[in-house]
């Protein structure tokens, strides 16, 4: 199993920047950037309500459940 994170996609929806979601939501643009590209391992929930609050979208926008093809066969 695996979480995806579609924030890239939420932020063209919005036509918003990185950087300037980074700064409305209060973390470095680095660690946003990590989250944006799937490189984190986890997320403070503080961190994904003020990016949802600024983004006006729900978690479930930003992030997706995918199941592995191994889990499948198993």
């Known amino acids: 199993m ?4 579609r924030l890239d996609r939420m932020l063209a929806d919005r036509k918003m920047r990185l ?3 980074a700064e409305r939501v209060g973390i470095s643009q680095v660690n946003l950037s990590y989250l944006k590209t ?3 391992k986890a997320i403070r929930f503080s961190t994904l309500n ?3 609050r600024v983004l006006k979208c729900q978690p479930g926008d930003i992030l997706e459940y ?3 093809k191994l889990e499948d066969e198993a």
Not at 2 to 5: D, E, K, L, P, V
């Open 66 to 68: 995918s199941e592995d």
């Open 2 to 5: 695996m979480i995806i994170i």
């Open 38 to 40: 799937g490189k984190v």
């Open 50 to 52: 003020e990016i949802c």
């Open 19 to 21: 950087n300037e979601l």
